[in-house]
Nanobody
Framework: QVQLVESGGGLVQAGGSVRLSCVASGRTASGRTFSNYVMGWFRQAPGKEREFVARIRSGGSTLFADSVKGRFSISRDNDKNTVYLQTNSLKPDDTAVYYC???????????????WGQGTQVTVSS
């Protein structure tokens, strides 16, 4: 069973930056360890559905939602079992609870995510 713990959220002014971290532990149902998981981030704003933000495969390839492309980056440190989401040029529309996600296979929709963190709030003030 994989456990994910996020940190790094908070209140930031528009145009600012926040770095989110997610520490993973455990193995997936198929026996994979962190270095072989797909890791990623979703977010959910009040009254809206959870949406894909970014993902990174075990080999390092990345994918971003169009809404964050060029402003956000994702990286992983396999020695620390940690994935990072660097958010820059934040806008009020980026306000949401950000969830760390993990699985054996690449995902862009919530239904394809096997494991979730508890979420961390990012609030962007105008």
């Amino acid at each position: 069973q994989v456990q994910l713990v996020e940190s790094g959220g908070g209140l930031v002014q528009a145009g600012g930056s926040v770095r989110l971290s997610c520490v993973a532990s455990g193995r997936t149902a198929s026996g994979r360890t962190f270095s072989n998981y797909v890791m990623g981030w979703f977010r959910q704003a009040p009254g809206k559905e959870r949406e894909f933000v970014a993902r990174i495969r075990s080999g390092g390839s990345t994918l971003f939602a169009d809404s964050v492309k060029g402003r956000f980056s994702i990286s992983r440190d396999n020695d620390k079992n940690t994935v990072y989401l660097q958010t820059n040029s934040l806008k009020p529309d980026d306000t949401a609870v950000y969830y760390c996600a993990a699985g054996d296979f690449a995902f862009t929709t919530p239904r394809n995510v096997a494991y979730w963190g508890q979420g961390t709030q990012v609030t962007v003030s105008s």
